[in-house]
């Protein structure tokens, strides 16, 4: 069965432009994690989604991060204006259910802001 | 607030060595433990999950262990090769309703030919 996906792979963006980075969950995965890598560093948890209901934000870093998950399934990870300290790893993960159970992750989302 | 912290940072061994890494943890209120491999430009790669109520988990050539009451957790690889090089994470899980994974900042192992 397919995995975690997530897309673009990478992606290059001028200081001050909008990107939004896609995740396809596991078909039937309740939970939905995003985390932000950046480089040298282990992950850092930025949002969660059960189904379509975003119940912790804690770790965006600003107003300028955004998450949506409308029908429960694939989520989306907005950045505007983005800033040269924005650029790392995105990573996605999901659950098959939701609270403390195994995440499976995707390959991730390298965004380099120029 | 949980921190997860990992020792050390590298470590480059020749091949067929025993290691051990290690993992230490602030708060032992921790549903499980996860080590993760990655490999450059990878995602994340789940090797051993124990939960909080175990001791250890095998598979393989690899062990992890687990001391809640210490912090502290360690990944033993027996019989080093060199598709074994990758950076090594650890993660707990916290301990709210949300499930969200902390790590450590990783291992970056290198296994010489």
């Known amino acids: 069965g397919a995995g975690v996906s997530q897309s673009p792979r990478y992606k290059v963006a001028k200081r001050g432009q909008d990107v939004a980075l896609r995740c396809d969950p596991i078909s039937g995965h309740v939970s939905l994690f995003w985390y932000q890598q950046a480089l040298g560093q282990g992950p850092e948890f930025l949002t969660y989604f059960q189904n379509e209901a975003q119940l912790d934000k804690s770790g965006l870093p600003s107003d300028r991060f955004f998450a949506e998950r409308p029908e429960g399934s694939v989520s989306t990870l907005k950045i505007q204006r983005t800033q040269q300290e924005d650029s790392a790893v995105y990573l996605c993960?999901?659950?098959?259910?939701?609270?403390?159970?195994?995440?499976?992750f995707g390959p991730g989302t390298r965004l380099t802001v120029t | 607030k949980q921190e997860v912290t990992q020792i050390p940072a590298a470590l480059s061994v020749p091949e067929g060595e025993n290691l051990v890494l290690n993992c230490s943890f602030t708060?032992?209120?921790?549903?499980?433990l996860q080590w993760f491999r990655q490999d450059p430009g990878k995602g994340l790669t789940s090797l051993l999950l124990i939960q909080s109520s175990q001791r250890e988990q095998t598979s393989g050539r690899l062990n992890a262990s687990l001391d809640k009451s210490s912090g502290r957790s360690t990944l033993y690889i027996a019989a080093s090769q060199p598709g074994d090089s990758a950076t090594y994470l650890c993660?707990?899980?916290?301990?709210?309703?949300?499930?969200?994974?902390?790590f450590g900042q990783g291992t970056t192992l290198q296994v010489k030919p």
């Open positions: 993660a707990v899980l916290d301990s709210s309703n949300t499930g969200k994974l902390i």
């Open positions: 708060d032992s209120a921790i549903y499980n």
């Open positions: 993960a999901s659950s098959p259910r939701g609270g403390p159970y195994e995440q499976y």
